[in-house]
């Protein structure tokens, strides 16, 4: 099993009746993951499963070296995973309080809390938005709030799922830029953006629940745009 | 909408959640029980005057200008109160009663104007622990409360986004029409903010 990576072995999921991911069998000790696909593909399925929101039908399964279904509160303090609807991640009515409930967990020292929520919201722009209405906010402020109560936990992995889908090429880049940065964590990216697939180390191609190919970014999209262009 | 607090150094905002929340329950429920004489309807606003004016909101006539915000905020709960009770029990408990809840909605405002909500679940957390040996979660009956609150604002954009939705297909403000799609989305919500905590950490 990786220690530090994703480890799949014949893994399958089901939701209700039907098989939404089966037999994917997968080693990754890469820093930044694409996985990519089109819609109802199993990508989302796959980031859900490896962030531990699914529990697995069959097979054996590493993150970080940690298997999800018996560890599942360790894998949580040292993951973050970013949806692509920011709305339904901020929890706190204010900007600064909603960072800070990303900490709330681990009972830190007031001034230490008080420096790291200071310090991640200074990385993100946020500063000035500290006391403003947290749904009030743009989309893009929104999905860099997200980051934001993400990052301010220093994960060892972050899972993104879609994260620039609603935002324009400005705060895509943004976000982008920011998912990249190397703070010493893991990234895997599930984006329907060729552009930021291939700025990932690895790529991961699914279609119709399985794993196809995965692999140097460059060769397993030139696979991906050979299907769309059928 | 549901973000009242505004920073500030006033003796209110210095004070401890917890202490802060106990004495304006008090002046609360003290509001509440006056009974429903003309007097009555001159102690509650009297009340809330003195709770704005010297809760230390800012210089001047800081408080009583956030007081006139509160009350107008809050117009169409007295109105429907006083035309209310007018109709059905004459002019003087009409007055007591719709003052008496005017006076406790906006003092209890002060609360939210003067405390983060994060002080607030503390402080809540800390009062419910004792509950803790009937089995009860005081964590998650905060968190709970927190949720709720905002949740609101985000459905209340749902809702507007499925009306929006359905007036581009042509269609007509029906409630019957409104509240299927609307209740997919929700629970959808539901579903997506089940997600987002757990990956925060939450149990």
């Known amino acids: 099993m990786s220690r530090n990576g994703l480890h799949l072995k014949n893994v399958g999921v089901r939701l209700g009746d039907t098989d939404v991911l089966h037999d994917v069998s997968l080693d990754l000790d890469a820093r930044t993951v694409a996985v990519i696909g089109e819609n109802g593909s199993g990508k989302s399925t796959f980031a859900r499963l490896v962030g531990g929101l699914l529990p697995r039908a069959s097979g054996e399964l590493g993150v970080l070296g940690l298997d999800p279904a018996r560890r599942a509160a360790e894998l949580r303090r040292r993951i973050a995973i970013v949806f692509s609807n920011p709305d339904a991640q901020i929890i706190m009515p204010t900007v600064a309080e909603d960072v800070v409930f990303s900490l709330r967990a681990d009972r830190l020292p007031t001034a230490e809390l008080e420096e790291r929520v200071a310090a991640a919201l200074e990385r993100f722009g946020l500063t000035d938005l500290a006391e403003r209405a947290s749904h009030d906010l743009s989309g893009g402020q929104k999905q860099m709030l997200a980051l934001c109560g993400a990052f301010v936990r220093n994960p060892e992995l972050v899972i993104a799922d879609e994260p620039t889908a609603y935002l324009d090429a400005r705060n895509a880049r943004r976000v982008a830029d920011h998912l990249f940065e190397d703070t010493g964590h893991r990234l895997v990216l599930v984006t329907h953006d060729l552009a930021l697939a291939a700025r990932c180390d690895q790529a991961v191609l699914f279609a119709g629940g399985s794993l196809v190919a995965h692999g140097e970014p460059d060769g397993i999209i030139a696979r991906y745009e050979a299907v769309l262009a059928c | ?203």
């Not at chain 2, 009663?97 to 906006?106: H, Q, S, W």
Request: charged content about 15%; aromatic content about 4%.
């Open chain 2, 1 to 203: 909408m549901l973000t009242l607090y505004k920073p500030g150094t006033g003796w209110l905002h210095r004070m401890p959640a917890g202490p802060k929340l106990l004495l304006v329950l008090s002046v609360v429920l003290g509001v509440s029980l006056l009974p429903s004489h003309w007097f009555s309807a001159g102690l509650a606003a009297a009340a809330g005057i003195l709770g704005y004016a010297l809760a230390g909101l800012g210089p001047g006539l800081h408080g009583i200008r956030e007081l006139g915000r509160q009350v107008f905020a809050i117009r169409w709960v007295i109105v429907v109160t006083l035309a209310s009770q007018l109709v059905f029990m004459g002019p003087e408990p009409a007055l007591a009663n719709a003052a008496r809840v005017g006076a406790a909605i906006v003092l209890a405002a002060l609360l939210a104007l003067t405390t983060r909500v994060t002080e607030l679940l503390d402080a809540i957390e800390t009062g419910l622990r004792p509950l803790a040996r009937l089995g009860l979660d005081p964590q998650r009956i905060a968190l709970l409360l927190t949720v709720t609150i905002s949740t609101i604002p985000v459905l209340g954009r749902r809702a507007s986004e499925v009306r929006d939705a359905q007036r581009a297909r042509g269609a007509r403000n029906n409630p019957r029409t409104f509240v299927v799609p609307f209740l997919i989305v929700a629970l959808k919500h539901a579903d997506e903010l089940g997600d987002a905590l757990t990956a925060r950490g939450v149990r």
